[in-house]
């Protein structure tokens, strides 16, 4: 069947053409087209916008919004954005990352997503029809979602903090068995003073490990202190079981995988 | 389904077709213009056998739609030899036997010659990423790498 491509100036008229029922609107193309070629015929048109807005990469300081249309290739060779270049390196092989954008990689299922868990640990909002929502509140309802998101926006330190860990089996490109990032800030005496942990493919969809964030909390990050937190990590998980692990291998590996972000 | 009109740059010729909307370029490349370099793999972005260049950038023709490449410079593997020469790159995979089957070898060698157009002398590893995106099920990978290092040695050669 063929799909019919509307193109609009702004996101307000891109919008206003998204209720129709069968429209999705189209991204990269890596996952609606990829699903339109497999025959999910729930997709019968497709809108795009092309607001310059969408395709903006602004850093301010420390500040740093990501329009939707943003590319994986486009993160990973930002300078400003260096500490999140492994991240964005980190999906698909080169084509896809020239294709993949931010906005699409919100709304990737498991074992997809691995930005959007990168994200995840940068507490990111996410900017939707004229507001802005915490990621987690978007993630959690993103199947209800019928307007375009237009940006992420989030806190970058240069100076470190930030990391993050990609579990596959193929080098170096393989879909992943898990994906963790953490956002560690830590006292002067070696502490960790905050912490927030993103999970992928713990879930079908990239979760936060509350649970192990809050046993970092107060402890230095050595074998012995980041123990209680390992044995958390998999708490209020629900791993997902695909043809590269299954349920019961990711929540076995998770904490071996956690630690060694945590340690290194 | 009414047509819409498509107009971009292939391999340097100016191209223009109608085509039904939601036409990917693969279909447009392959069954409208003729250019069959592009081999339809998986559909699924998984395979890369669909890899062109547009506007210096490798992209997968199997999810993109043609009329969003309206303007654009496409370059496809059909468009690398010049006046009955081969392209160091092609040249390389054949005297390499980087290529059994053949059905990848036109993306990978779209890969490759993005990775040697950015990075004229690049490392193993810097191949090996480059060519991530490509699967190959006949020759275990390492004849193509090699190909590609050995291209690349040529043209800084051809260039000293």
């Given at each position: ?71 994986m290739a486009a993160i990973a060779r930002h300078p400003d954005l260096a500490p999140l270049a492994h991240a964005a390196r980190a999906v698909g092989g080169p084509a ?9 990689n919100l709304f990737a299922p498991a074992p997809y997503g691995d930005f959007t868990v990168a994200l995840l640990a940068l507490d990111a909002t996410v900017s939707i ?136 | ?138 020759t275990g990978y390492e004849p193509i790498i090699q190909a590609v290092l050995t291209a690349a040695r040529s043209n800084s050669q051809n260039a000293a």
């Amino acid at each position: 069947m063929a799909l019919a491509l509307q193109t609009f100036s702004t996101v307000k008229d891109a919008n206003a053409a998204l209720k129709s029922a069968g429209t999705r609107y189209l991204g990269g193309g890596t996952l609606v087209l990829r699903a339109a070629n497999e025959g999910d015929v729930s997709v019968s048109s497709l809108i795009r916008a092309t607001e310059p807005s969408l395709s903006a990469i602004t850093v301010s300081g420390s500040d740093v919004r990501i329009g939707a249309s943003v590319t994986m290739a486009a993160i990973a060779r930002h300078p400003d954005l260096a500490p999140l270049a492994h991240a964005a390196r980190a999906v698909g092989g080169p084509a896809i990352r020239n294709m993949a954008t931010v906005g699409g990689n919100l709304f990737a299922p498991a074992p997809y997503g691995d930005f959007t868990v990168a994200l995840l640990a940068l507490d990111a909002t996410v900017s939707i029809d004229g507001g802005e929502m915490p990621i987690e509140t978007f993630l959690a309802e993103r199947e209800s979602n019928h307007a375009i998101v237009t940006a992420v926006g989030f806190t970058l330190q240069v100076d470190g903090g930030f990391r993050f860990l990609k579990v596959s089996r193929v080098k170096p490109k393989g879909v992943s068995v898990l994906s963790i990032a953490a956002m560690l800030e830590q006292a002067p005496d070696g502490t960790v003073s905050s912490a927030r942990i993103g999970l992928g493919c713990m879930a079908d969809r990239p979760m936060r490990a509350k649970a192990a964030e809050k046993a970092l909390l107060g402890r230095k990050l050595t074998s012995s202190g980041i123990a209680p937190a390992l044995a958390a990590a998999g708490d209020g998980s629900a791993p997902i079981t695909d043809p590269i692990a299954s349920a019961w291998y990711r929540n076995e590996v998770l904490p071996v995988h956690l630690g060694r972000l945590l340690l290194a | 389904m009414a047509k819409v009109p498509v107009q971009f740059t292939l391999n340097g010729a100016e191209k223009a077709e109608f085509i039904d909307s939601g036409t990917t370029l693969l279909h447009a490349l392959r069954d409208k213009i003729g250019d069959t370099s592009p081999k339809g793999g998986c559909h699924q972005g998984t395979c890369g056998a669909c890899s062109v260049i547009i506007d210096g950038e490798l992209r997968l023709s199997c999810l993109t739609l043609a009329e969003t490449c309206n303007g654009a410079a496409i370059t496809t593997t059909s468009g690398l030899s010049k006046g009955g020469v081969l392209h160091p790159l092609q040249r390389a995979f054949l005297d390499a036997f980087a290529t059994q089957c053949g059905f990848c070898t036109p993306g990978m060698i779209m890969a490759a010659k993005v990775l040697l157009d950015q990075t004229p002398n690049p490392s193993r590893d810097e191949v090996v990423e480059a060519l991530s995106g490509n699967i190959c099920r006949c020759t275990g990978y390492e004849p193509i790498i090699q190909a590609v290092l050995t291209a690349a040695r040529s043209n800084s050669q051809n260039a000293a």
